[in-house]
């Protein structure tokens, strides 16, 4: 038994955003608290500090805070898998209603997960996909998914303007994250900060190109040298238009729309994992040209680029770089082109949507190194074969992590060793704002990842200083 314990019973449960009733109880180790013997009221003090000085904002925020953590601690005793049971994966609560969401949750199912809540922008949107997939639980309050009692993994695919919201919100309270990228820099650090505080909670990101068999093997033979010392990395991305058929986040680039943001932000994090370095400088041009069509037109016009072109430099200094170029081009009709080269002093890999191919130096021809296997799964117009397949190996990496733990909470860190953390999110965002500026000033920039969130109120302080002087 433990020595100091509380018993907190919470007949009716308020959180800012939403107010809905729950019934739970919660028994919660406060030794780090006070010591053993102390009344509540000598441990309010010391959760509670100060609270005279505390607003009654500021107040509710605290103790809802409070509560949310006594819940999850909650949880975490009272759902446990006994030993030897069947089934030790966790349930999934997904976030999202798109194209991704639509292949996530029948995969997921394939591979023995139960989706047991849907979230959705709107509750008409969240219900009819719901139905669609057969999942018993659906909403458009992001607390009711987070909340609920059988979800211990969260997989986040909605827009990147939402994305650090639920994603650090779900830390908090002892989820399991799998997320797509956030909006900014900023929201992406905030993003590493929570995962820093909760390391042992699963926080990756939702680039499923690592887990492309392609580009596994092209990362070995790289390791094993079959390109000798990597020089250039080429790629090419080419497709029809990313908008939505309204106006959405999609025509936004502040809000993450772009062909730079979603689908170069997933290249720049590949060329780090397959060469084992990071960008240090970086040049490029973006481009919209096609700024309003027969649904988006009036008062409106897209912002986000189609076209974009950048090069990075990568590793070393001087000579020792790595040289790198990619070129995105969502105007173009017909088959979706995806090809990623990597040359070095004595051969080439190419991977050419889900094949790999290599020719060394001397040789006459390309040599199949990893053939197509086909995609046997739910067929997506809008979703590129890659990262079809990418997906289905991310979430059997998924099932093989938490299978290899006794609690549905707890995972292996083998099986997702290659997935992207949320600090490489952070050094993808940082690259991608680089070359955003890069294309403003037409210079080269240089990728600097902050260490410290910065000061939200720093250009009006500057901006007093200079009017002062």
């Not at 030790?88 to 976030?95: A, D, I, R, Y």
Request: glycine share 10%; charged share 20%.
């Amino acid at each position: 038994m433990m020595n100091s314990r509380m018993l907190f019973y919470f007949q009716r449960f308020s959180m800012s955003g939403s107010r809905h009733s729950i019934a739970v109880a919660a028994e919660v180790t406060i030794s780090n608290w006070a010591a053993p013997g102390s009344s509540p009221s000598d441990v309010a003090d010391v959760v509670l500090p100060n609270t005279a000085k505390i607003n009654s904002t500021g107040l509710e925020k605290l103790v809802d805070d409070l509560l949310l953590r006594c819940w999850s601690d909650w949880r975490w005793f009272t759902h446990r898998v006994p030993l030897g049971s069947s089934t030790m994966l966790p349930g999934v609560g997904v976030f999202g209603t798109g194209s991704t969401a639509r292949v996530l949750v029948p995969l997921l199912k394939a591979e023995g997960f139960e989706v047991h809540a849907l979230w959705g922008r709107s509750e008409e949107e969240a219900c009819c996909l719901a139905k669609e997939l057969g999942i018993p639980f659906h909403t458009s309050r992001s607390d009711d998914v987070l909340l609920h009692q059988d979800v211990d993994l969260v997989c986040i695919y909605i827009p990147p303007s939402m994305t650090r919201q639920i994603a650090v919100k779900a830390l908090g309270i002892g989820k399991n994250v799998v997320c797509e990228k956030a909006a900014t820099a900023v929201d992406s650090f905030k993003m590493v900060t929570a995962a820093r505080y909760y390391p042992q909670l699963l926080s990756i990101m939702g680039n499923t190109l690592r887990f492309l068999p392609a580009f596994v093997a092209m990362r070995q033979l790289l390791v094993e040298g079959y390109v000798g010392e990597l020089q250039v990395c080429d790629v090419r991305v080419y497709g029809p238009s990313l908008l939505d058929q309204s106006y959405g986040w999609t025509c936004e680039e502040l809000m993450g729309g772009g062909g730079l943001h979603t689908v170069g932000s997933a290249i720049i994090d590949l060329l780090s994992y397959l060469s084992g370095t990071r960008a240090h400088r970086v040049h490029g041009l973006l481009r919209t040209f096609v700024q309003q069509n027969g649904l988006i037109r009036g008062i409106r016009r897209v912002t986000s680029d189609d076209f974009c072109f950048f090069q990075m430099l990568m590793g070393g200094t001087g000579s020792s770089s790595v040289c790198c170029t990619v070129t995105l081009n969502f105007n173009m009709p017909g088959s979706f082109v995806h090809e990623v080269m990597v040359v070095g002093s004595t051969g080439r890999l190419i991977a050419r949507g889900t094949e790999l191919y290599g020719q060394r130096n001397g040789s006459k021809s390309e040599e199949l190194l990893v053939g197509d296997n086909g995609w046997v799964g739910p067929e997506v117009k809008e979703m590129p074969l890659p990262l079809l397949q990418g997906l289905s190996s991310m979430v059997k990496a998924l099932r093989q992590s938490f299978q290899a733990k006794e609690e549905r909470r707890c995972w292996a860190r083998g099986p997702v060793a290659t997935a992207p953390t949320f600090e490489d999110g952070l050094y993808v965002q940082t690259v991608v704002e680089a070359v955003k500026r890069s294309s403003s000033s037409g210079e080269w920039e240089c990728v600097e990842i902050m260490s410290q969130e910065p000061d939200p109120n720093q250009n009006l302080c500057e901006a007093l200083k200079r009017n002062k002087n």
